[in-house]
């Protein structure tokens, strides 16, 4: 591995002098799961990469999931075999990449009278679903009695309920997935930008041989030249084969997914749960630290794509959902804490609604030869980054007669692991816990610090010991905006709250008393004017508004 890149908005400049001088072999477009997994496997490979993405990183789809790496076991009843197979392969995989990212979780599906699935045949598919993902040792599904089901969720339907499944899933943070895998990507000289958006590609003879780029933050408009470029853009990939005057054929189909965050002592279920909704989808309720989440919905989806938001519909429909399976929850609207809302850019297929439509990714080239990416899943990226370098490698061999070696990430720990096993980040959750107590902080703050930044920390403590707040909880949370300043590309609050911590989303309390302190290290870390910070908190306040308390005024 080559010596790491330093990751700075500090060195943006830097950085974009780099991006208007060279020529890579490749720009990623997108810098959402799969365009950093894609980065990642080129980097590694040999090529010159170059990666952008016109809002932050994680920003759209990738900060919006339900943060996951499962193996997608509905898949099983529209007969998606391959799909299940692979990446019901890929978790122990992505595990083993960032043990202290993606954690083991044990999931319940619960066994109900006139549910989705019976007893008999949810045997046979978690049987089929072991095998199919390769799942060893304790892992492997069980079945349960009532009275098993009933000591593992006191709160399930005791009326209704007539066993369970019991199975091995993982969660992660879909945000830091991905910034650990860009950031990981620079260690093999690639480069990254946020806040760059590509708004027309260059041609050499009729064929793509670069991006024109505009910098959000300066408003400089600048070229990248480059042999080849794959767009990962997501829901916007659409937008950009029409740039290039390439959309024809299959297109995109976009669906909205919706989760609700709710205190854990409102929903405190023990552990994952995989449950029946009577319009026979199924939805997952999930603890994480302080909260438990619930979701998705799957609805078509047809406005603006940069502003999707959690509406009434939405919020009803999953409140209806939980107090049907958890009968004496009884949620109510003021019960919610916060909420997101994203979209799933699928491939139409004529006939088929929301939920029937294939998670497959598909390649599509343009006569011009921009590649772009579609469909897939989070669990999938590994994979679905190396077919699109894959298709490259095929390129260059043809066109140039360069063979690129085998894809290797699946040997290559992300940013932040040093970890073996499971149990070596439950210890060093533990070392740090001892470390900070006497601080005053929780098994709560040890937890979050180490499954966001695994090893990390180290560089977070380090400057929480030389900074100078008085209250502990505020200097610590300077140290950690120091640390996404430093080496993950921060450039305002909205990126420190949302993606890199996951604090409006999981601990929307703390956004609220940290927001005064935050925009002030803002203002005197970059010079911030007047005007900048107002709008920035202006910003936020509005974040916290659209994410929080759902009731029937507001609508």
Not at 23 to 42: K, N, Q, R, S
Not at 395 to 415: A, F, Q, Y
Request: net charge neutral; aromatic share 8%; glycine share 8%.
């Amino acid at each position: 591995m080559k010596e790491n890149i330093p990751f700075s908005n500090l060195d943006r400049a830097g950085i974009i002098k780099d991006l208007q001088n060279t020529e890579y072999d490749l720009v990623v477009i997108g810098g959402g799961i799969t365009g950093g997994g894609i980065a990642l496997d080129a980097a590694s490979r040999g090529l010159k990469v170059a990666l952008v993405e016109k809002g932050d990183f994680a920003s759209g789809t990738s900060s919006k999931s339900t943060k996951l790496i499962h193996g997608g076991l509905r898949y099983l009843k529209q007969f998606d075999f391959w799909l299940v197979k692979e990446v019901g392969s890929e978790r122990a995989i992505v595990h083993k990449l960032a043990p202290h990212l993606v954690l083991p979780e044990k999931m319940l599906l619960p066994l109900i009278e006139g549910g989705s699935y019976g007893k008999w045949l949810t045997s046979i598919g978690l049987k089929v679903y072991d095998i199919l993902a390769q799942v060893t040792g304790d892992d492997k599904r069980k079945m349960l009695e009532k009275k098993e089901a009933l000591a593992l969720e006191p709160l399930l339907p005791k009326k209704i309920l007539k066993g369970a499944g019991y199975y091995a899933e993982y969660r992660t943070d879909d945000a830091r997935l991905t910034i650990e895998n860009i950031k990981t990507s620079l260690q093999y000289g690639a480069k990254a930008l946020n806040y760059a958006e590509v708004t027309e590609f260059l041609y050499k003879e009729d064929k793509v041989a670069g991006v024109k780029v505009k910098d959000a933050v300066s408003g400089e408009e600048f070229a990248i030249k480059s042999s080849y470029v794959i767009s990962a853009a997501g829901p916007w990939v659409d937008e950009l084969r029409t740039i290039n005057n390439s959309k024809k054929g299959k297109r995109l189909h976009l669906t909205k997914g919706v989760h609700l965050v709710f205190p854990h002592e409102k929903l405190p279920v023990k552990q994952s749960v995989y449950f029946d909704v009577p319009d026979g989808r199924m939805i997952f309720a999930i603890p994480r630290g302080k909260i438990t989440y619930v979701g998705t919905t799957d609805t078509n989806y047809n406005h603006d794509k940069d502003k999707v938001t959690t509406d009434l519909a939405d919020a009803i429909y999953l409140i209806s959902a939980v107090n049907n399976m958890f009968p004496g929850i009884n949620l109510e609207m003021e019960d919610i804490e916060s909420s997101w809302a994203g979209l799933r850019p699928l491939i139409h297929e004529e006939g088929k609604s929301a939920s029937e439509l294939s998670r497959k990714d598909e390649i599509f080239t343009s006569d011009s030869g921009l590649i772009s990416m579609a469909g897939g899943k989070l669990t999938g990226y590994r994979k679905m980054a190396e077919r699109a370098v894959n298709r490259i490698a095929r390129k260059m061999e043809e066109e140039n007669e360069v063979k690129l070696p085998e894809c290797n990430t699946s040997k290559i720990p992300l940013c932040g692991s040093d970890f073996k096993k499971f149990k070596h980040v439950k210890k060093y959750i533990a070392e740090v816990h001892e470390r900070i107590a006497p601080e005053g902080f929780s098994e709560y703050d040890s937890w979050f610090l180490v499954t966001n930044y695994g090893k990390q920390t180290e560089s977070i403590l380090e400057n929480y010991a030389k900074l100078k707040h008085k209250d502990p909880r505020v200097r610590l949370a300077m140290a950690e905006l120091h640390f996404g300043i430093t080496h993950e590309m921060v450039l305002n609050p909205m990126d420190f709250f949302i993606r890199r911590t996951g604090r409006l989303y999981f601990d929307i309390h703390s956004v609220r008393s940290l927001l005064e302190p935050v925009l002030d290290e803002f203002k005197k870390l970059f010079k911030s004017d007047a005007a900048q910070i107002k709008s920035w908190q202006e910003t936020m306040e509005r974040e916290l508004e659209e994410h929080s308390n759902y009731s029937l005024e507001r609508v």
